[in-house]
C-alpha cells in the first residue's frame, strides 16, 4: 500500500497545522498507524501513534500540543498540531502497520513525507 501525507508547510510560532496521511490500494486491516519525524543528521523519532482501537499515545515532547485521529472508513490518518515550536521543524512521516494481502500478515508501509517548518 502507498501512503500519501500531506498537510505540511510554513507557519510562525504559535500556529497550527493538520497533516494527514491518505492510503491508496487495498488494505483488510490496520493494526497501528504512527506519524514521526526526522530532521537532517537525526534518526527518524515516533510523534504519536494510534492504535486499532483508537487509543492513542505520544511522545513527552509533544506536551499536549499534538492530537492523532483517524478515520476509519478512509483508512486515513491526522495529526493536528497547535502551538508549533521552531523545535517541531522537521519532515513528517506516517506509518501503518497493515495487513494488505492476508488478514494476518501485517507489514510496515511508510509516505513520503511532508515538511513542517516553524519559523520564529
Not at 500500500?1 to 507557519?11: D, H, I, N, T, Y
Not at 478512509?74 to 513528517?92: E, F, G, I, R
Not at 501503518?96 to 513525507?113: C, M, N
Request: charged content about 15%; some cysteine.
Amino acid at each position: 500500500v502507498q501512503l500519501q501525507a500531506s498537510g505540511g508547510g510554513l507557519v510562525q510560532v504559535g500556529g497550527s497545522l493538520k497533516l494527514s496521511c491518505v492510503p491508496s490500494g487495498k488494505i483488510l486491516k490496520i493494526n497501528r498507524m504512527t506519524w514521526y519525524r526526522q530532521t537532517p543528521g537525526n534518526q527518524r523519532e515516533w510523534v504519536a501513534r494510534i492504535s486499532s482501537t483508537g487509543a492513542a499515545d505520544y511522545n513527552d515532547f509533544v506536551q499536549g500540543r499534538f492530537t492523532i485521529s483517524k478515520d476509519n472508513a478512509k483508512n486515513a490518518l491526522y495529526l493536528q498540531m497547535n502551538s508549533l515550536k521552531p523545535d517541531d521543524t522537521a519532515v513528517y512521516y506516517c506509518h501503518y502497520d497493515a495487513a494488505t494481502v492476508h488478514p494476518k500478515i501485517f507489514s510496515g508501509s511508510w509516505g513520503q513525507g511532508t515538511q513542517v517548518t516553524v519559523s520564529s
